[in-house]
């Protein structure tokens, strides 16, 4: 089987728009194992899609993914992903041509003509995935890579597009909101790819311990490799993503009399994502004071306004 880096990565990407290159929320990066399977029904996550695209021809192919997810040892809404990727949410051509959700075989020389026909989207489903899972998945596969089974490592072969594996795991984590996951931990998971508000939070942290670097609320190569730089200093698994145990290390106590970048990222928080009119200005004084209180209050947190582990949780969440 030809390696997927010499073939076309086919998505019609314009459906998808409304959930790639945001910020992950959900509890899956790149690095997530593909191999863990779901306690989730067929309906479940045919719901999830049906939040995320009402008008989504992959709807009705949840008890698909499902099965072939238990009998193959593979996450089922990574599969989904995948096929909502590939296939621009079921509308693209070659799979209203060809049932072809994967973009099977729709290599860089022919993407239309090459790609495999199959009777049905089901039908595709049941030959594609297995091969994915003994190639892409499996030690000992023959595109396997020490990234293990994750998105990090079938992108080395699969797709030519770099940013295939962020464009998928966006995917995911959209259909993870509707099937009501998050991180377990309370935190949210954020990586190179995602961009937004708490993207800006990251960034006045890591300025606010030291480390120069833009912040613009995109996770790009600087910000990852800073990210790297603070979790190596910080004794932390190097990995460049921002999860639960580098937001604990990461964020810093601050309160009335207080001036910083730290103090800038809960003033731009309370601003620009929980609409409270204060200026953003790094000087913790009376209006950001009773900002937070105010915010405190909101969520049932104790209200002392000092921003903690508590309320910088319930900042990012």
């Known amino acids: 089987m030809p390696s997927r880096r010499d073939a076309l990565k086919f998505a019609g990407t314009a459906g998808l728009t409304a959930v790639a290159g945001t910020a992950a929320a959900g509890r899956y990066t790149v690095d997530s194992d593909l191999?863990?399977?779901?306690?989730?029904?067929?309906?479940?996550?045919?719901d999830a899609i049906?939040?995320?695209?009402?008008?989504?021809?992959?709807?009705?192919?949840?008890?698909?993914?499902?099965?072939?997810?238990?009998?193959?040892?593979?996450?089922?809404?990574?599969?989904?992903a995948h096929a909502a990727w590939e296939s621009a949410w079921g509308t693209s051509s070659?799979?209203?041509?060809?049932?072809?959700?994967?973009?099977?075989?729709?290599?860089?020389?022919?993407?239309?003509?090459?790609?495999?026909?199959?009777?049905?989207?089901?039908a595709c489903i049941e030959y594609v995935m297995p091969r994915i899972r003994?190639?892409?998945?499996?030690?000992?596969?023959?595109?396997?890579t020490s990234y293990g089974p994750t998105l990090r490592g079938m992108n080395v072969h699969y797709a030519t597009d770099d940013n295939w594996k962020y464009g998928i795991r966006d995917v995911m984590n959209s259909l993870d909101d509707e099937l009501g996951g998050s991180?377990?931990?309370?935190?949210?998971?954020?990586?190179?790819?995602?961009?937004?508000?708490?993207?800006?939070?990251?960034?006045?942290?890591?300025?606010?311990?030291?480390?120069?670097?833009?912040?613009?609320?995109?996770?790009?190569?600087?910000?990852?490799?800073?990210?790297?730089?603070?979790?190596?200093?910080?004794?932390?698994?190097v990995d460049g993503?921002?999860?639960?145990?580098?937001?604990?290390a990461l964020i810093v106590t601050v309160s009335y009399g207080d001036q910083s970048s730290a103090v800038t990222a809960v003033q731009d928080q309370l601003r620009y994502a929980h609409g409270y009119d204060i200026a953003v200005d790094g000087v913790f004084g009376s209006g950001t004071e009773s900002a937070v209180e105010s915010f405190q209050s909101s969520r049932g947190l104790a209200v002392d306004g000092i921003v903690g582990p508590d309320t910088w949780q319930a900042l990012v969440a």
Request: charged share 20%.
């Open 35 to 46: 191999t863990n399977t779901l306690a989730i029904t067929g309906s479940q996550l045919d």
């Open 50 to 80: 049906r939040g995320v695209r009402s008008d989504s021809p992959l709807i009705g192919l949840g008890d698909t993914w499902v099965r072939v997810g238990n009998e193959q040892g593979i996450n089922a809404v990574y599969m989904a």
């Open 94 to 122: 070659i799979t209203r041509e060809k049932n072809n959700i994967y973009g099977w075989t729709a290599y860089d020389s022919c993407p239309s003509g090459c790609a495999t026909e199959f009777s049905s989207m089901e």
């Open 134 to 144: 003994e190639n892409y998945l499996t030690p000992g596969g023959t595109y396997y």
């Open 183 to 237: 991180s377990p931990s309370g935190w949210p998971v954020y990586e190179r790819g995602d961009s937004g508000r708490d993207v800006y939070t990251i960034q006045y942290l890591l300025r606010a311990r030291s480390y120069g670097l833009s912040v613009d609320g995109i996770y790009g190569s600087e910000t990852e490799s800073t990210v790297e730089s603070f979790q190596s200093a910080s004794g932390l698994a």
């Open 241 to 248: 993503i921002v999860g639960p145990n580098t937001w604990e």
